[in-house]
């Protein structure tokens, strides 16, 4: 457990550490090109030492990286996009935003492709091989699935260092654990943050006067009416697609570590 803080405190320092490069690298650089130069290289360097590191102890550093059950991979779609409709865009919504943090998240929403990808594909690319792939697959080596899923989704949250993206990062984390644990699946934890982030991507582009962030998002649904609507419709369709995931997972039966210790909690995730 301590190393899975050890983990998240270094990607944050190193975050704050090279902060500097994006500095510099915008004075000559387009601002979303920095951006995402900026990302890749404070990223990868942590990737790459925990994944040598975890090369060195078991033998074996990959990911798996295969799709698998095309099923499942709609299923995850579907119920991501329910989900941040339902609710991680509500909750986050609840925790009023200061003015000062408004400007910065403004300051924040680069616009172009270069941004949009590092939004899109390398940020789900980079950390869910961390998060999933080296902290949670560590820790369910050692803990029970329940607490390795809740601890990796809350270092996840505290990773964005902010209280509205740690809402929304927890909650895209418990999922993705939960898919990762049941299937083995990099690709599909990956999957479900790129879907997560196009969205909201779409949403911040189409509703630019409106951020959702500000607790506003009444606005963005289209008043009480519609949000109302739009909650219970993707509450029902979220419910939908776990019990169908579920069902997926004991066709492919798809077993845990004998060695994991099963306690009657995380049964319920079965």
């Known amino acids: ?13 190193s975050m704050l550490v090279f902060s500097p490069l994006f500095i510099g690298l915008r004075l000559i650089l387009d601002e979303g090109l920095s951006f995402l ?14 994944k040598a590191k975890r090369k060195k102890r078991n033998g074996d550093a990959s990911f798996n990286f ?9 299923l995850v779609i579907l119920c991501t996009t329910s989900m941040l409709f339902a609710i991680t865009t509500p909750l986050v919504s609840l925790i009023p935003m200061p003015e ?6 403004e300051g924040m929403h ?35 699935p329940v607490k390795s899923i809740l601890l990796s989704s809350f270092l996840f949250g505290i990773l964005h260092l902010n209280p509205w993206q740690f809402i929304s990062a927890f909650v895209i984390g418990i999922f993705a654990g939960w898919v990762y644990w049941k299937t083995k699946r990099i690709s599909l934890a990956i999957l479900i943050h790129m879907t997560n982030n196009l969205m909201a991507l779409l949403i911040s582009l189409t509703n630019k006067d409106t951020p959702t962030l500000d607790g506003s998002f009444l606005d963005t649904y289209g008043g009480s009416f519609y949000a109302v609507m739009i909650i219970v419709v993707g509450l029902i369709t979220f419910a939908g697609c776990i019990y169908l995931l579920k069902k997926e997972f004991l066709k492919e039966k798809v077993k845990v570590p004998d060695e994991v210790n099963i306690t009657p909690a995380a049964k319920f995730w079965e």
């Open 1 to 13: 457990m301590a190393e899975s803080w050890g983990i998240t405190g270094l990607m944050v320092l």
């Open 110 to 144: 680069y616009s172009g492709i270069f941004s949009h990808v590092a939004i899109v594909v390398a940020a789900p690319l980079l950390e869910e091989l961390i998060m999933r792939g080296i902290v949670l697959d560590g820790l369910l080596k050692r803990y029970d």
């Open 37 to 50: 130069l900026y990302y890749i290289f404070v990223f990868s360097i942590p990737l790459l030492l925990f």
């Open 66 to 74: 295969a799709i698998g059950n095309l099923r499942i991979a709609a």
């Open 100 to 105: 000062v943090f408004r400007e910065i998240f």
